[in-house]
């Protein structure tokens, strides 16, 4: 591959041809970037949500974990129960008495508006993880139709040239196929990692989406348990 036969035929490609080897390079470079982000993101948020689920589960009352789920930013869970806690406190002082005693138990509606603003938190964290994600299946989806285009023009190149010299030998349609053959692969190899990662990506998300929701649903059956 290095051997200079491929700087040959870039060097021979026409300027259509260079324009969609070189867009669609740039798109598989972003898409990388983004595969090794994500990655390193998604890491991250297993091992806090791991670790912050733990914790959570070991406390004996509901707003143990306060300090512990600051110190895991990257944890969705972590940031729902943090939203969760803080409309608790916002509940108490609300119903607080003049001489600031806090409310012995709260009522269906407060745990709804509870349940309410933990569901908005859990949209931000999940609208957070699928962030960046679509330029991959934008790549996954236009990146082979991108390379098809540029087989096209090769092939046609091929043609022309063909009634340009009045000959089909190899020497006269070699350039445009291997022109054809170069967008296919450069095409090719841009939509198949990214048609894996946002599989893979948009799998994490869907996991991530129904940990959140048993967990919102642990969060207010503890908080009932507590407050009522």
């Known amino acids: 591959m290095f051997s200079g036969t491929i700087w040959q035929i870039i060097g021979d490609t026409s300027a259509f041809g260079l324009f969609i080897l070189i867009a669609l390079m740039l798109m598989s470079i972003v898409s990388w970037i983004i595969i090794i982000h994500k990655w390193r993101e998604y890491r991250a948020i297993d091992y806090q949500t791991g670790a912050f689920t733990q914790h959570f589960r070991g406390g004996r009352k509901i707003g143990d974990s306060m300090s512990h789920a600051k110190s895991l930013p990257c944890s969705p869970l972590s940031q729902i129960y ?78 022309w040239s063909i009634g340009e010299r009045g000959s089909a030998s190899l020497a006269v349609v070699a350039p445009g196929i291997a022109e054809a053959l170069l967008a296919t692969i450069v095409g090719l190899g841009a939509a198949i990692p990214a048609v894996i990662a946002y599989n893979w990506a948009s799998s994490k998300t869907k996991f991530m989406n129904e940990h959140t929701d048993n967990f919102i649903l642990e969060f207010i059956a503890r908080a009932k348990k507590e407050f009522r």
């Open 82 to 159: 943090i939203a969760g806690c803080n409309e608790l406190e916002h509940l108490y002082e609300l119903q607080a008495e003049p001489a600031q005693k806090a409310p012995t138990q709260f009522s269906i509606d407060d745990f709804e508006v509870v349940e309410m603003t933990m569901l908005k938190a859990q949209s931000e964290q999940i609208s957070k993880m699928e962030r960046k994600v679509v330029f991959l299946a934008t790549t996954a989806n236009s990146a082979p139709f991108m390379g098809l285009m540029g087989t096209v023009v090769g092939i046609m190149n091929s043609f």
